[in-house]
C-alpha cells in the first residue's frame, strides 16, 4: 500500500516510529554488514545503521519521505522502490524493516518476501518489526463502529498476522525462523490531539473518496470513544502490538530437505 505522506509532519510529530526501531538493530548479527533499510522512512534508522557500523542503503517508494532522508543524511544511499517488487544490483548480508510490512497487503506478502529472500547472500539476516494480531483493536474497533453507525463498510488497512501466520510464510519463502515475539507495547503519542493527529496521519484508505466533513466527523466520534481507555493522565495512546522476527535465509539444500 502506497499513499502520499505528510514527510515533515511524520519527522516532526512521529519521531517514536523509529526511536522503538533502535532495539531491533541489536538484533543484527556480525560486523560491518551491508544492510538494506526496507521502508526506510525519512533515513533515521538508516543512519542509526550507519552509526552501528553497517554499510546502509534506504529503500523506499515515497518520494517525499525520500525527499527528507537525502536532504538530512547526504552521505548515505536511498533510492526509490516498492518492497513488493524490487530487486538489488548485489545481495546484501541483512534486509532490515522497522514498521512497514504491515501496510502491505495480504496478497502481496509473499511476493514481498520473495524479494527480500532474493536480496539476500545465503544465510543472510532478514530482521524485522510490524503491527502484529491485536494491534490497535480499540482504534480500529471505534473507526468500525464509527462507519457503520452511517450505513458504510470500514476495510481494515493493515495487515496483523499471529506469529504462526507469519512464521508460516516465512518458511514458505525459504527462511528458518530464529526468533520471533508477539508483544503489547503502549506508545504515547504527542499533544493535547495526539490520537486524533494519528488517526490523520496513517488512517488514510478507509476514507478514499470521502466527503472532508464526514470524515472529521467519524474521527472525531472515534477519538470521544476512546477517550476512556486510551486518554491516561493526559496523555493519549495507541494501543500497539508488535511482532518483531529475526529469519535467517535458507541455503537451498536446506530449503529442500525442510520440505
Not at 21 to 37: A, H, N, Q
Not at 125 to 147: D, K, P, T, W, Y
Not at 187 to 207: A, H, Q, V
Amino acid at each position: 500500500m502506497n499513499i502520499q505522506w505528510n514527510a515533515q509532519g511524520y519527522t516532526q510529530n512521529f519521531s517514536f516510529v523509529h526511536e522503538y526501531g533502535r532495539g531491533l538493530i541489536d538484533l543484527l548479527e556480525g560486523g560491518g554488514l551491508s544492510v538494506l533499510d526496507l521502508g526506510c522512512g525519512n533515513g533515521a534508522l538508516t543512519q542509526r545503521l550507519a552509526q552501528a557500523g553497517f554499510r546502509a542503503e534506504g529503500l523506499d517508494a515515497s518520494p517525499e519521505l525520500l525527499e527528507v532522508a537525502r536532504q538530512s543524511y547526504p552521505g548515505l544511499a536511498f533510492r526509490q522502490g516498492d518492497a513488493v517488487d524490487f530487486q538489488t544490483a548485489e545481495p546484501f548480508d541483512a534486509v532490515f524493516s522497522n514498521a512497514v510490512l504491515h501496510w502491505i497487503d495480504m496478497d502481496k506478502q509473499d511476493g514481498m518476501l520473495r524479494c527480500v529472500n532474493q536480496a539476500l547472500k545465503p544465510g543472510g539476516q532478514f530482521v524485522f518489526e510490524m503491527g502484529g494480531h491485536g494491534n490497535n483493536a480499540l482504534i480500529h474497533g471505534a473507526l468500525e463502529r464509527a462507519f457503520t453507525r452511517r450505513g458504510l463498510s470500514y476495510r481494515m488497512p493493515f495487515y496483523f498476522p499471529t506469529v504462526g501466520q507469519y512464521a508460516a510464510r516465512l518458511e514458505a519463502a525459504g527462511f528458518r525462523v530464529a526468533s520471533a515475539a508477539l508483544f503489547d507495547r503502549p506508545t504515547p503519542l504527542n499533544g493535547p490531539e495526539g490520537l486524533y493527529d494519528w488517526l490523520r496521519m496513517f488512517i488514510k484508505s478507509p476514507f478514499a473518496g470521502a466527503d472532508p466533513a464526514a470524515r472529521e466527523e467519524i474521527l472525531r466520534e472515534a477519538v470521544g470513544q476512546l477517550r476512556g481507555p486510551l486518554l491516561q493522565e493526559g496523555v493519549w495512546y495507541c494501543d500497539y502490538v508488535r511482532l518483531r522476527c529475526k529469519a535467517i535465509k535458507e541455503t537451498e539444500i536446506n530449503h529442500i530437505e525442510r520440505k
